[in-house]
């Protein structure tokens, strides 16, 4: 499905170039298309050695293999491969992603917290921390991370209270009242400009009037309602091997929906870039016309104008050849793609990132420097699966081929007539061999043949290989292998930084964290987009995708205790080399607004002169650097 399925009057129709060519070979044939047909060949390449194809011999079919006998006839047998590189990108995408993830947003512009009041202000208080203080007249002394220290008079007209700490946003409101420099008496607070308050500053801390607590809150349940944190995990693997893969957000039935786009799928316009800010997605279908069999191919093409502008195009190809892409035919030929349009340009100023997303595997380009898109494992270590494969066939075939047999003249194992009886054989045995010209020196006439299989050897040189391929890949020795040495991997050998596996993960979580934030980018922009919702009522709007600073808490799973974690954390906020904001953050998944807010909080439910406190629980909420 595309993109927009349902084009609104909001979008400019018609008018578009139909292309620069009105035949196409292939895709890569198409001169606005960056990507050469060697990047094609290797992902494709990559494709099946995942879906476990391999071209075991030159020639003949995929997991097929050619011999001769020993009457040196031709004969043909099945491949015994081993499909290591799905155990790989499964392995690598479960460390990555199998313990979930959530997300937060903040804004850039607010990162320094910025108070709603500041020093010297007067406010009314709606705080009850003391007797007389809710209604109470206060002016702000200092503020500490959005916490405030206040003088104020008591309602019941007693003395006035200094230095009272803490007061939060949510507990004042703005008054035009000058700050008594006496008593001013008892107050009733219900005169007091009290009913101000519900209508009056907006609270940071009050999640229900916070817009970026409510775009958290649409984005986290949108990553699940769109299956995005159910089937990351999935897609990871599928592309590790390839390079990479793609997303693309689209709206359907008012509801924001997303595509996931395959390695061999996605083509790039660019070239000598690291992010890819124009492509080409292809989808193909197969649909039989009058006893015809035809092969469609819709080009999505994704590119922003001189203006600013971003465009999309849908362009529709026919061909009697799954292997050639063909004619360029009007859009809904054939009642294919019939509820498309042509073309589609958003310039409304919502949208500043292309609404695809591609993800590309770690590390550099080595086969074509100049190309944008990722290189997956399979391509550079290539030979190393061809010998693990090649290994385990041929162990197989040995196994096969080394069983036990006995050799015996013809007449012991011939069945017997009605007039010879014979004792019978198992007829499912296939044990013993009849070979004529056995016995002739007069001998014992059964040979038995008892092939030694090499297992040791065969062991030694695949544990060779797979530590080659270990390395490879960017995974800790034992992975797959069993180090005679060390024995398996244990977990805290993977928790530590030193570790291979532990360095590879925290470079694919740098490329997923990227990923998920031009996602959500994209998600935002389409929701803030009336047209493509019915009744033209979008689910958001006055949101600047430019000034949101997305976070993605993954759990460490078997990387980290979380306990472990916790305690540690806690004896560093102690020892005054941890932030206490950061305690927040790192230990309960809050974003950066949100850890300022409880420890806002913190600070005004905690007494001014503490009790029965331990220095642990005292440094945590009244002490160490913010």
Not at 364 to 377: D, H, I, R, Y
Request: include cysteine; charged fraction near 20%.
């Amino acid at each position: 499905m595309s993109v927009i399925s349902k084009i609104k009057d909001f979008f400019r129709k018609g008018g578009a170039a139909i292309g620069m060519t009105n035949s196409l070979n292939r895709i890569t044939d198409d001169p606005r298309i960056a990507t050469d047909q060697d990047e094609v060949d290797r992902i494709r390449l990559a494709k099946y050695y995942y879906a476990g194809s391999y071209e075991a011999q030159k020639g003949m079919p995929y997991n097929t293999i050619s011999y001769f006998n020993s009457q040196n006839a031709k004969r043909t047998r099945t491949f015994n491969s081993i499909n290591v590189t799905q155990m790989v990108a499964k392995r690598i995408a479960s460390i990555c992603l199998n313990s979930g993830f959530t997300v937060s947003i903040d804004s850039k512009s607010q990162d320094d917290a910025q108070s709603e009041f500041n020093i010297g202000d007067t406010v009314i208080l709606s705080a009850d921390h003391m007797p007389g203080m809710q209604g109470a007249i206060a002016k702000i002394d200092s503020i500490d991370t959005g916490a405030y220290e206040v003088d104020y008079w008591p309602t019941d007209g007693s003395a006035e209270v200094t230095n009272h700490k803490w007061v939060v946003d949510s507990e004042m409101a703005p008054t035009n009242q000058a700050f008594p420099m006496v008593s001013p008496g008892k107050i009733d607070s219900s005169m007091s400009g009290m009913g101000s308050m519900s209508s009056g500053s907006s609270s940071k801390s009050d999640n229900k009037s916070d817009p970026l607590s409510d775009l958290s809150d649409f984005i986290n349940d949108w990553l699940e309602r769109s299956g995005v944190n159910r089937n990351l995990e999935s897609k990871l693997e599928q592309g590790i091997p390839t390079g990479g893969f793609a997303a693309r957000p689209y709206v359907d039935n008012g509801q924001i929906k997303v595509a996931w786009v395959r390695a061999e799928q996605f083509y790039s316009l660019d070239s000598n870039t690291e992010d890819i800010s124009q492509a080409v997605i292809a989808s193909k279908s197969v649909k039989v016309v009058n006893k015809q069999r035809y092969y469609y191919t819709l080009l999505e093409f994704h590119q922003w104008n001189n203006d600013g502008s971003y465009q999309i195009t849908n362009e529709l190809y026919k061909s009697t050849d799954s292997k050639i892409v063909g004619e360029q035919v009007a859009l809904g030929t054939d009642n294919m793609y019939s509820d498309i349009e042509q073309q589609a340009i958003f310039d409304n100023g919502i949208v500043k990132h292309p609404l695809f997303i591609y993800f590309k595997c770690p590390g550099q380009n080595n086969l074509a420097p100049e190309s944008p898109l990722g290189v997956g494992f399979v391509n550079n270590c290539q030979n190393i699966l061809d010998a693990i494969n090649y290994t385990h066939d041929s162990f197989v075939w040995e196994v096969r081929m080394g069983k036990r047999k006995v050799l015996v003249p013809p007449e012991v194992v011939k069945p017997g007539d009605e007039y010879h009886q014979t004792g019978q054989f198992d007829p499912d045995q296939d044990v013993y061999q009849p070979v004529a010209g056995l016995n002739t020196d007069g001998t014992d006439p059964i040979v038995q043949i008892n092939p030694e299989i090499r297992v040791q050897d065969y062991d030694q040189t695949m544990q060779h290989f797979l530590h080659e391929l270990e390395n490879g890949i960017g995974l800790s020795s034992g992975t797959f292998s069993t180090d005679s040495n060390a024995g398996i991997t244990t977990a805290t050998q993977v928790v530590s930084e030193n570790s291979m596996t532990y360095q590879t993960r925290a470079s694919y979580l740098n490329r997923v964290t990227k990923f998920l934030s031009e996602l959500i980018y994209s998600v935002v922009q389409l929701a803030q987009t009336p047209e493509l919702f019915d009744g033209g009522k979008a689910p958001l709007s006055g949101i600047d995708v430019d000034d949101l600073q997305i976070s993605v808490h993954y759990d460490d799973g078997v990387f980290v205790d979380k306990d472990a974690q916790a305690k540690q954390d806690l004896l560093s906020v102690q020892g005054g080399t941890m932030p206490k904001k950061q305690y927040i953050m790192r230990n309960y998944g809050k974003s950066e607004t949100e850890a300022d807010e409880w420890l806002a909080e913190i600070k005004a439910e905690t007494p001014t002169t503490p009790t029965n406190e331990s220095p642990l629980e005292r440094d945590l909420l009244n002490g160490g650097d913010e």
